[in-house]
């Protein structure tokens, strides 16, 4: 059977690093990303050119209708959806709980949880053996942050990642007999842009010492474990939780 696999934020940071390292094993990739174009486009073109089948897909997954288009296009260019990987994500400034508004914390839930939903929704309509599917495996990219609540920095930010955990749980029993596994992964600190969105570009730098490996982690070192995760080895593997954290 054909392998397809849509990675939600696949353009950039860890997302990108899944999708190359699954195009790289055989699968078709669908390359999600909400504004940054030329990064999809140029990790699709950078694929195509070994040979891999990919699309970049413009949509913003946190709102009902984009997402509902994403997977109507997913299965007209590339096919019917066997893995998916819930990883777009945001992080807003970093700040105490009195400072923040209704607006930032819907925001955040909006993008990390809502998002994640609703692409579950999408794949598990397509997956289902009792609607005519042929099974498949998802994994949510949750966070550290879920575990230790990021006081002071982004407590809505471990919030929704704490949803995420949740998320999974209740899924991966709710279509465990429609041959679908739901697995997560909770990545600690990873070099990757996302930091700078939350004021502090070097947070991985600064906090290196801090973690038992005395350093951060690499986008691939996440994406391999998406990947068995998502593939036949982990057949019997499912509501599980993933630490990618050096030891946090
Ligand atoms: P990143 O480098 O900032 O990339 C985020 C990606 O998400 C981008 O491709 C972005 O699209 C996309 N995105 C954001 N909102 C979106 C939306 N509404 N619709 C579609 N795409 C959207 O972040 P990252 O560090 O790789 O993070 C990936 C995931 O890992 C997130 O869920 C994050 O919470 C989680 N995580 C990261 C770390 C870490 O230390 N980096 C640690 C734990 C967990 P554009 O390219 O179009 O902007």
């Known amino acids: ?45 950078e694929l195509q050119a070994k040979g891999c089948e990919a699309i970049a897909i413009q949509a913003d997954v946190s709102i009902e209708s984009e ?43 909006t993008n990390n949880v809502t998002s994640y939903f609703l692409c579950c929704r999408e794949a598990v309509r397509r997956m289902s053996i009792s609607a005519g599917g042929y099974g498949g495996a998802i994994v949510n990219v949750s966070s550290a942050a879920s575990r230790i609540g990021a006081p002071g920095e982004y407590v809505d930010y471990a919030a929704s990642k704490g ?54 982690g690499e986008p691939e070192e996440v994406a391999a474990a998406i990947a068995w995760l998502l593939s036949d080895e982990a057949s019997y593997v499912t509501g599980t939780f993933m630490d990618l954290a050096g030891g946090r």
């Open 163 to 216: 949803a995420v955990d949740t998320l999974t749980t209740g899924l991966s029993v709710e279509v465990a007999s429609d041959s679908i596994r739901v697995n997560c992964v909770r990545p600690g600190f990873i070099y990757t842009d996302m930091h700078a969105d939350g004021g502090e570009p070097d947070r991985v730098k600064r906090l290196a010492s801090k973690i038992p490996m005395e350093r951060g």
């Open 67 to 109: 997402v509902v288009e994403l997977f109507s296009t997913l299965d007209r260019e590339l096919g019917r959806i066997t893995a998916l990987v819930n990883n777009a994500g945001i992080l807003m400034p970093q700040m105490k709980i009195t400072d923040m508004t209704a607006e930032r914390i819907n925001k955040v839930l």
């Open 1 to 45: 059977m054909k392998k397809v696999a849509l990675i939600t934020g696949g353009g950039r940071g860890i997302g990108a690093a899944t999708a190359r390292y699954l195009a790289n094993h055989g699968y078709a990739v669908g390359v999600n990303y909400k504004q940054n174009k030329q990064a999809a486009e140029l990790l699709v073109s």
